[in-house]
């Protein structure tokens, strides 16, 4: 299993693009502030896998993910206008496992916008920022669907498999150094066919909704430091319209985020997440994602 930059930045407002072959999988827009015109970013993570929660919670050996996995993430931004920006997100990996050879190849690219409904007020430190996301997130890669991907460890696998439609809200609050934010967004998988010998089979993935909740404070001219909880759901999955059985998935997350400041409009960051081991986690894997990146806007 497969997931990319899951809390490389730790504050909602940021860029994420996530993805797994077995279930997970999302993009967060990548967020201009007020005078930004452009925004890049590249990151690099490293995710260590370590075991996998079954559908009853037990814990037990992760057969399908490598041991390690890094990526290269490549993000861009552009102001349409004060309050309206596009994004684009283009991930690069490379699996490993220590019995087998590694396998690189690019991931899922996605593609969003954002629309910031009611942007912060300082004389107004009690009435949130809102903003509304739209993203989308095209299958390119090879997944645990396609027949050359048969063997354990799967290290081609680069995809979780589906197409993504990902709408959201973001909920900003400000008061002087410190901020908290939450987010909602929904996951919506469009019907897939695959072969099953001679028959067509249709699959249809369970509705998906992720919610976030972080803290910040603020050092002015030097930096952000950020935490806070993300919960993933899935609803049961069908095949030819029959739900299948122990397929829901949920997943709990803690991450820590750092960000400080190197140059005008120009930051680097650290990020240190937690996966599926704390809460009751379904039909996912436990890992640790270590993430650094830089961003520099225009």
Known sequence: MLRYFAGFFAWVLTAVLQACPCGCGSVFPLSLYPGETWKYRIGLSRQFFQDYVHADGTVGQDISSPATTDTLQLSVARALRENLSVFMSLPIERNSHPDARSHGGISDPSIGVRWTLNPYQAAQVYIPQVAL?????????????????????????????????????????????????????????????????????????????????????????????????????????????????????????????????????????????????????????RYVLITVGYAHSL
């Open 133 to 285: 996301h739209m993203a989308y997130k095209q299958k390119i890669a090879n997944s645990l669907d396609d027949a050359s991907e048969a063997e354990v460890p799967y290290l081609g696998v680069h995809s979780n498999g589906w197409n993504e439609i990902i709408p959201g809200v973001d909920l900003l609050f400000h008061w002087n150094a410190w901020s908290l934010s939450g987010s909602q967004a929904f996951i919506l998988r469009p019907m897939k066919v695959k072969l099953a010998g001679e028959d067509t089979v249709s699959y249809r993935s369970g509705l998906g909704n992720r919610s976030i909740l972080s803290v910040a404070y603020t050092f002015y001219g030097y930096g952000q430091l950020s935490g806070g909880l993300e919960r993933e759901y899935f609803a049961r999955s069908s095949q030819d319209r029959r739900k299948l059985p122990d397929s829901q998935v949920k997943r709990y997350a803690a991450f820590l985020t750092s960000q400080v400041r190197v140059g005008t409009r120009q930051t680097v960051e650290m990020g240190l997440r937690r996966s599926g081991f704390d809460g009751q986690n379904q039909n996912t894997p």
